[in-house]
């Protein structure tokens, strides 16, 4: 992971290590396409393009699913929709290099957002 903070969010996130690493390596190419023009029938990442791509469509799939429990949530009151709003503005404030002190404050301030969100 980039930063502290990128780790913490994402060991707390539904993806799994590989998942996130393949999102990672698929968002650096900026082209969907370009891995398998380029490396078709060769190892990918370590591993043949079939894994690489059902591990890729796996993540996919569990961001989508991350993405409706959201709205699902938001829209039978479970999620307050300011809380919420709180949140992604924090996460999008904090910058990738943000230094390892304020990713200890940022991480504290998500966790106790995330907690607050999600309170029944």
Known sequence: MKSQLDSFLGDNSSLTRTQIERL??????????????????????????????????????NIDQALYTVLFCTRIGVIQMEELRRLLDLISKAPPDVANADATQVMSLVDALVKRIVML
Request: hydrophobic share 35%; net charge neutral; aromatic share 6%.
């Open 24 to 61: 990672m390596l698929q968002i650096s190419l900026q082209s969907p396409l370009a891995l398998g023009e380029e490396e078709s029938g060769s190892k990918i990442s370590g591993v043949s393009p079939g894994a690489y791509y059902r591990v890729l469509s796996q993540a996919k799939n």
